[in-house]
């Protein structure tokens, strides 16, 4: 069964590419904001990942980081930002939330971030082998 990843961006080109991308060795949801995401995520859903941006209309990546991390259901589910940010605005980020795996700056190298996302993965599998 492939891994989950949910994709949140209000990007549409966005979305397509990191569906295309991902999609190959993912399942992959994609959403256009925080508030369709958390919509998809308390319908009993659960990805094995999440890739977010920051800035969305509706609920934004902070205030999903903020929801995610005050959840026991979804505190532990890592997560990839994607952020158009300047990297000394959302350098904390991975301190201040234990479930940011990756930050990476916009413009990124998708195959950079396929890498990523699969070391995140295999490194997810390992800890819940042991």
């Given at each position: 069964?492939?891994?989950?990843?949910?994709?949140i961006?209000?990007?549409m080109p966005m979305r397509y590419l990191l569906e295309?991308?991902?999609?190959?060795?993912?399942?992959?949801?994609s959403a256009p904001d925080g508030l369709v995401a958390m919509t998809w995520l308390l319908k009993g859903n659960k990805p094995d990942l999440i890739i977010t941006d920051l800035q969305m209309p509706n609920i934004d990546g902070w205030e999903l980081l903020d929801y995610l991390s005050g959840s026991y259901l979804y505190q532990e589910i890592p997560v990839i930002v994607l952020s158009g940010f300047f990297?000394?605005?959302i350098n904390d980020l991975s301190t201040r939330y234990n479930s940011v795996r990756q930050v990476?700056?916009?413009p990124f190298d998708p195959m950079q971030l396929m890498s990523k996302v699969g070391f995140i993965l295999n490194e997810q599998?390992?800890?819940s082998a042991v």
């Open positions: 069964m492939k891994k989950k990843i949910l994709i961006d209000d990007s295309a991308v991902l999609g190959k060795e993912y399942s992959v949801v990297a000394e605005k990476v700056q916009k599998l390992t800890i």
